[in-house]
T-cell receptor, first 109, second 117 residues
Framework: GQNIDQPTEMTATEGAIVQINCTYQ??????LFWYQQHAGEAPTFLSY??LDGLEEKGRFSSFLSRSKGYSYLLLKELQMKDSASYLC??????????WGAGTKLIIKP | DGGITQSPKYLFRKEGQNVTLSCEQN?????MYWYRQDPGQGLRLIYY???????QKGDIAEGYSVSREKKESFPLTVTSAQKNPTAFYLC????????????????FGPGTRLTVL
């Protein structure tokens, strides 16, 4: 079966750095998305990785290792507004999106 | 402003009633999707459409129906056959990639929270 694993919940301090991991076992791989979702709202796109390595975009970076079936989202200089759920989704060999359950990130002052 | 709208934001229905959730986009996207989100679970695909007058079942299509008569609109009907319809429903759209499948960023509407009483 296809599976995406993320930690259910993480806590971090304002101003700090946090890394949210995502491991996947899917039938094929055609890219990995990270989305941010505030409670009760729509997910919004953060990043897309299809090649190995680190993609940096401001305070957010996303890393991919296809051989390890692993990605992480790195958030720097955390702000209170970063409190949200972070969703990992993989595009499989049929070009279907497989979604993880999301990681709820709690930021404390 | 381009975007996706869903209405209503909150919806209550009695058991045994059908209800239709609206989704409209003005992004000129060919592909549209309906997802269901339950606490502690990932988004699950109900139906998707890549072109007008055509749509495919997703992983959990039973008890749901859709239509795609216009490019801009993709309404979802939750029928009385859906055994556990209380959930948060999200509509999304994207351009269709050259591969013909999902390879492009999906844009989401604000969602409709359906509660069955």
């Amino acid at each position: 079966g296809q599976n995406i694993d993320q930690p259910t919940e993480m806590t971090a301090t304002e101003g700090a750095i946090v890394q949210i991991n995502c491991t996947y076992q899917t039938s094929g791989f055609n890219g990995l998305f990270w989305y941010q979702q505030h409670a009760g709202e729509a997910p919004t796109f953060l990043s897309y990785n299809v090649l190995d390595g680190l993609e940096e975009k401001g305070r957010f970076s996303s890393f991919l290792s296809r051989s390890k079936g692993y990605s992480y989202l790195l958030l720097k200089e955390l702000q209170m507004k970063d409190s949200a759920s972070y969703l990992c989704a993989v595009v499989d060999s049929n070009y279907q999106l497989i979604w993880g359950a999301g990681t709820k990130l709690i930021i404390k002052p | 402003d381009g975007g996706i709208t869903q209405s209503p934001k909150y919806l209550f229905r009695k058991e045994g009633q059908n209800v239709t959730l609206s989704c409209e986009q003005n992004l000129n996207h060919d592909a549209m999707y309906w997802y269901r989100q339950d606490p502690g679970q990932g988004l699950r695909l109900i139906y998707y459409s890549q072109i007008v007058n055509d749509f495919q079942k997703g992983d959990i299509a039973e008890g749901y129906s859709v239509s795609r008569e216009k490019k801009e609109s993709f309404p979802l009907t939750v029928t009385s056959a859906q055994k556990n319809p209380t959930a948060f429903y999200l509509c999304a759209s994207s351009i269709v990639g050259t591969s013909g499948g999902v390879i492009n960023e999906q844009f989401f509407g604000p969602g409709t929270r359906l509660t069955v009483l």
